[in-house]
């Protein structure tokens, strides 16, 4: 991630008045927040400074990432999937504020669906479902009545050898920590470091304005999770985790569906407890739902809910 200091402001005034008539929305899922760039020809091209630029809080619109709406066949990585998934006609093409290309978005995913379902992009009644294209493969998103539930594929361990038997495969220390702390690295398309902190003074007190320090970092860097597990952990069969995150390409978020993801199955798989299948992740910016769906394979799918928002329409002046 580039530190703030480094910003170079003329770059991305440039890249803005290279962008002068563009027509955006602005939107956020449980605060998660992007700007949607409608590109349904894919005719527009997004340099990673444009993307810096219109991510930027002070000099451009001002978001978490940038997620251009396209068809997809107009992008290899659309084409691909199309092979397997004819129905997937639709690509999210997402980018972290800093102009870095990210396999997935939990939280961005249901942004992106709204946006086709209330645009008249697509007909999508609450109870229906649309497949649509994303780096990390094809996913099954639901309406419901008030939100949007993604079918997230299975999580994995990011180094299966590493982890499988084990309860951490790293230390993670961050600003307000006193020591390092020991994290297990999962899968969810994209990567996740998860670190459980003893309560929620730990949450509130840590300062994630500064990256957190992983040890070892894996390969393609790391959104790293902070949870505090509740106590008692579960209530009418519901188990329940507080998380602050650190986004690879962002900073904090208010946060990240993925992530969600990725810290109800490490607690999960800490409780050992397999047979709990829902999970309540509260973030600062609201709370999202993850379930569990055992598959014949012993593998399992996750599904993600929770709200979208879209926010205004603007263009680039
Ligand atoms: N906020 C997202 C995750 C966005 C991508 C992430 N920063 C990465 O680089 O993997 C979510 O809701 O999942």
Redesign the pocket.
Known sequence: MTPPIARDPDRLRTALDQLSGLAYTKGH?TG?DFVLVPDLDGETELSPDHVEALCDRHLGVGA??LIRVVGSTHLIEGRDLLAEHPEATWFMD?R?ADG?V???????VRVFVHYLATRGLVDLAPGQTLTIGTRAGARAVTRLEDGYSTDMGPWDYLDPELAKERASDSLVLAAGLEDPRPALSLS?G??HTVVALPDEGDLQWLDLTKEPNVDPVPPN?T?VEFVVPADPLFHEGVGRVQMRVH????GE?Q?????ACAAATAVRLWAGDRDALQWRVGVPGGTVGVEFLPQPDGSERVLLSGPAALVFDGTMA
């Open positions: 899922g998660n978490d990432g997402y972290n870095s990210a396999e997935m978005c939990g939280n961005g969810l994209n990567p860097g959104n986004e690879r390409g962002v978020t946060s990240c569906g993925t992530g």
